[in-house]
């Protein structure tokens, strides 16, 4: 608890209590979740929050380079608290979102070309081992 208030902290981000809960939900689920997947997980919890509250936490957490964006995986934003350079394995069957990390040169080719790369997502498509195992 004492961690994440002085992450936000350290982000600029005043660290409210619902602020925290939402920080702590992004650090233990890794689930690139949607407003409403963390919503509904902390309502019980946290009765006082508001779809709002989280919405707008994610803006500012946003800003502040605390998670980022995933573009383009379905209508919802998706929201990553993972800064480390990854790729995405999207399972088609079950949705479900897993980090990766293979070698890729890529951002390296493009900082050779004079570029400043902050942000990159590379997504992959198909149908996860786990999924696999029950289908055939
Ligand atoms: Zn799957
Ligand atoms: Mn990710």
Same mark, same amino acid.
């Given at each position: 608890m004492e961690n994440y208030k002085q992450i936000l902290i350290n982000h600029g981000i005043k660290p409210t209590f619902q602020r925290i809960k939402i920080l702590e939900y992004l650090d233990k %689920?890794? %689930?690139?979740?949607?407003? &409403?997947?963390i919503y509904s997980s902390l309502y019980p919890k946290v009765p006082t929050l508001s779809k709002t509250t989280v919405y707008n936490t994610l803006q500012i957490m946003q800003k502040r380079g605390l998670v980022s964006i995933m573009s383009s995986i379905d209508t919802e934003s998706r929201f990553d608290y993972n800064y480390d350079f990854h790729h995405h394995f999207i399972c088609r069957n079950?949705?479900?979102? %897993? &980090?990766?990390?293979?070698d890729c040169n890529l951002k390296e080719k493009l900082i050779a070309e004079g570029h400043q790369v902050d942000e990159a997502h590379g997504s992959f498509y198909g149908v996860c081992r786990d999924c696999?195992?029950?289908?055939?």
């Open positions: %689920n890794k %689930n690139h979740p949607t407003v &409403d997947m079950c949705g479900k979102i %897993n &980090d990766i990390y293979i696999l195992k029950t289908i055939s």
